[in-house]
C-alpha cells in the first residue's frame, strides 16, 4: 500500500520528501511556507492564496505546475510540482492540527494511502520543545500533531542532523537515539546529484546542505541570517526511522496543540513552551527589508566573501549570501541573478 509523505516544515522539506521517496513517484502533503526572503508574505499560505488548485475531494488540494499563488504571495510549491515527478497537496494551517489532520485523512483517501512518513530536516522534530536553540518549531509540531489526530499509522525520517543551525548534530543524534531511531541507509550520491537543477532556484537551505553531504561536500557553512556556521561532516547524510509513539510521548507541544483549532491558537501554544513567537519575527523580518541606494553589486559580494573567510567558514549558503546582499539595499532580481555565478555550486556560495 502506498506511503503518504508529509514534509513537516513545507519548503526544502518538500524536496527532501521526494528525495527519500523509493520506487513510483511520491505523494507529498506540505505546508507551503517559505521564508519572507522568497515570500514577502509573513507565515503559511492557504488554500484561498492560490489559483489553479485541484480539489478532487473535501479537504483535499493537490498544487499542481499551473497553480499560483496571489500576489503578493508567492509559494515554490507550484514550480516543484512541474520539475518534479511527485504530486503535491497542500497543508493548510488555518484550522490548527485538528484541521491538518482532516486534509491528511482526505488526501490519503484520495492517493490510496494506508500510512504516512513524516520529513524533517535537521532535525528539530525530535526536538522535546524547550532546547533554547529552537527557533522555528510551529510547523514541525503541527505536523507531528496533525499526523498522531490523523489515526493513520505513521513514523518519522530525520535527515541531515545538525544541519538547520538549531539543534546541533550531536543534540540530533543523541535525541534519535533516545527516542528509538534507527540509521537508514545514506541515499544514492548519484540520484541526489539529479535535484541539483532545483537548488539554482530554489530558497532551501537545509535540504540544500544535506543534498551536499550526500554529494560528498565537506567543510563549514554560514547560513541564515543570524550567520550561524554548520559544519558538513561525515554525519551529514544520515537518515534515521523514529517511531512515532516515542515522538508523540516526549514532545512538549503534542498534547496542547491537539486542541488548538487555528493557526494563532497553534502559535500562542508554541510561542508559550519555545519562547518564540516565530509569526512575530517574519513579520518584523518583512517590515524590516532595506530599500536604498546599496552601492556596486560585484564589490559587495567580494566584501561578503572576505568577512566570512575572516570567520572561518569555507561557504556562505546562496540563502545566506542574499540576506547580505538584500539587507545591503540591492534590489531582488539583482541578487536573483547572482544565482548563475561561478562561485555557485547549489546551494553554496563558495569562499575558499
Known amino acids: 500500500m502506498r506511503t503518504l509523505i508529509v514534509a513537516a516544515g513545507g519548503g526544502g522539506d518538500a524536496i527532501a520528501a521526494a528525495m527519500v521517496a523509493a520506487g513510483e513517484a511520491p505523494c507529498v502533503a506540505t505546508f507551503s511556507w517559505d521564508r519572507v526572503i522568497y515570500d514577502p508574505v509573513p507565515g503559511p499560505r492557504g488554500v484561498t492564496d492560490f489559483t489553479g488548485l485541484r480539489t478532487p475531494a473535501a479537504d483535499c488540494h493537490e498544487i499542481v505546475g499551473a497553480t499560483t499563488a496571489r500576489p503578493p504571495a508567492r509559494s515554490t510549491i507550484p514550480r516543484l510540482a512541474a520539475e518534479l515527478p511527485a504530486r503535491f497537496f497542500l497543508l493548510d494551517p488555518l484550522h490548527g492540527a485538528p484541521g491538518l489532520a482532516r486534509q491528511l485523512r482526505a488526501v490519503a483517501r484520495q492517493v490510496g494511502a494506508g500510512r ?8 528539530d522534530l525530535v526536538a522535546r520543545g524547550d532546547e533554547s536553540g529552537l527557533r522555528s518549531p510551529l510547523a514541525d509540531a503541527l505536523a507531528l500533531t496533525a499526523c498522531e489526530l490523523s ?19 550531536e543534540q540530533v543524534l543523541d535525541r534519535c537515539a533516545r527516542l528509538g531511531g534507527t540509521r537508514l541507509a545514506d541515499l544514492d550520491a548519484e540520484r541526489v546529484a539529479g535535484f541539483r537543477p532545483i537548488f539554482r532556484w530554489h530558497p532551501s537551505e537545509v535540504t540544500g546542505l ?41 514532545n512538549l507541544f503534542v498534547e496542547p496543540l491537539r486542541a488548538a483549532a487555528s493557526l494563532d491558537e497553534a502559535q500562542r501554544v508554541v510561542a508559550a513552551i519555545s519562547g518564540r513567537d516565530e509569526l512575530a519575527r517574519e513579520r518584523v523580518k518583512a517590515a ?16 561578503e566573501v572576505r568577512a566570512a573567510r575572516d570567520r572561518e567558514a569555507d561557504f556562505l549558503s546562496v540563502r545566506r549570501m542574499a540576506e547580505l546582499l538584500l539587507n545591503r539595499g540591492f534590489a531582488a532580481a539583482e541578487v536573483e541573478a547572482l544565482k548563475e555565478s561561478s562561485a555557485v555550486d547549489p546551494p553554496l556560495w563558495l569562499v575558499r
Open 151 to 169: 489515526g493513520l499509522p505513521f513514523d518519522a525520517q530525520v535527515c541531515g542532523p545538525g544541519l538547520d543551525g538549531e539543534l546541533v548534530e
Open 288 to 303: 524590516e527589508r532595506r530599500v536604498g541606494v546599496p552601492g556596486d553589486l560585484r564589490a559587495a559580494v567580494e566584501s
Open 116 to 123: 504516512v512518513t513524516l520529513v524533517d530536516v535537521g532535525g
Open 210 to 250: 544535506f543534498a551536499a553531504a550526500v554529494r560528498g561536500v565537506r567543510g563549514t557553512v554560514e547560513i541564515r541570517d543570524a550567520g550561524d556556521l554548520v559544519p558538513l561532516t561525515d554525519r551529514s547524510p544520515a537518515r534515521y526511522r523514529v517511531p512515532a509513539e516515542a515522538l508523540v510521548d516526549d
